[in-house]
C-alpha cells in the first residue's frame, strides 16, 4: 500500500491564482480530511469527509473547496490564492469517523504565496 | 466544544534524560486520545493511542495512560535517545463528536549527546 499520497510536495503561487492539492489514499478508508499546518498554532482542520459525495467544513474552510467524488480522492482546490493561505497542507485519512480509528497523514504539501 | 491543550515547547533534554510531555483534554463525550510524532520534513506518524479511561498506550518506549480524572493524557519515556528529536502531538476524537479530531499545538523536543 502506498498509504495516504500527496502532489505537489512544494508550490509556490501568485496571489489570485488558483490550484489544486492533490491527495488519494489506498486503504478503502472512509474518513478523509485536509489540515493546515501554521508556526504555534498545530494542526487545524479546514475540510473533512466521511464518505464519497458528503463533505463537511472544518474549523478554517474559507478560500478552500473540496470534492469527494470516489472513495480514493480528496481534492482541495483554492480559489484565488492569497498570501495568509502559505502553509504546509496534510492530507489524513481514516477507517472510520467513529473515535478510535487512527488518522493515517500523507508527507504534506509546502504552500507559499506571494 | 472538545480541546487539547499540550505543554509549550520547546522542550531540549541530554540523551537518556526522562521525558515528560502534559497533555490536558476537555471533552463532552467518550474521547479515544491519541499521541502522533512529526519528524522533520514529514507527515505525522501516531505514536499510540488509548481509547478508554485508564487505558495505557505504548509503543517505541514512550507510554501514556489515560487519566479520566485528571483529564490528561501525558507522554513518557525513560531514556531519550537523539532520534527522538521531533514535534509531539495530543489529540483526541469523541465519538459524540466523532466527525473531527482534534491536535495540541505540538511540543518541540531536542535531545542533545
Known amino acids: 500500500n502506498a498509504g495516504v499520497t500527496q502532489t505537489p510536495k512544494f508550490q509556490v503561487l501568485k496571489t489570485g491564482q488558483s490550484m489544486t492539492l492533490q491527495c488519494a489514499q489506498d486503504?478503502?478508508?472512509?474518513?478523509m480530511s485536509w489540515y493546515r499546518q501554521d508556526p504555534g498554532m498545530g494542526l487545524r482542520l479546514i475540510h473533512y469527509?466521511?464518505?464519497?459525495?458528503?463533505?463537511d467544513q472544518g474549523e478554517v474552510p474559507n478560500g478552500y473547496n473540496v470534492s469527494r467524488s470516489t472513495t480514493e480522492d480528496f481534492p482541495l482546490r483554492l480559489l484565488s490564492a492569497a498570501p495568509s493561505q502559505t502553509s504546509v497542507y496534510f492530507c489524513?485519512?481514516?477507517?472510520?469517523?467513529?473515535?478510535?480509528?487512527?488518522?493515517?497523514f500523507g508527507p504534506g504539501t509546502r504552500l507559499t504565496v506571494t | 466544544g472538545d480541546s487539547v491543550t499540550q505543554m509549550e515547547g520547546p522542550v531540549t533534554l541530554s540523551e537518556e534524560a526522562f521525558l515528560t510531555i502534559n497533555c490536558t483534554y476537555t471533552?463532552?463525550?467518550?474521547?479515544?486520545l491519541f499521541w502522533y510524532v512529526q519528524y522533520p520534513g514529514e507527515g505525522l506518524q501516531l505514536l499510540l493511542k488509548?481509547?478508554?479511561?485508564?487505558d495505557k498506550g505504548s509503543n517505541k518506549g514512550f507510554e501514556a495512560t489515560y487519566r479520566k480524572e485528571t483529564t490528561s493524557f501525558h507522554l513518557e519515556k525513560g531514556s531519550v535517545q537523539v532520534s527522538d528529536s521531533a514535534v509531539y502531538f495530543c489529540?483526541?476524537?469523541?465519538?459524540?463528536?466523532?466527525?473531527?479530531?482534534?491536535f495540541g499545538t505540538g511540543t518541540s523536543l531536542t535531545v542533545i549527546p
Open positions: 489529540a483526541l476524537s469523541d465519538l459524540t463528536t466523532g466527525n473531527q479530531f482534534y
Open positions: 486503504m478503502n478508508h472512509e474518513y
Open positions: 469527509s466521511v464518505g464519497a459525495g458528503i463533505t
Open positions: 471533552a463532552t463525550g467518550y474521547p479515544s
Open positions: 489524513a485519512s481514516s477507517y472510520s469517523y467513529r473515535g478510535g480509528s487512527e488518522q493515517y
Open positions: 488509548a481509547t478508554k479511561a485508564d
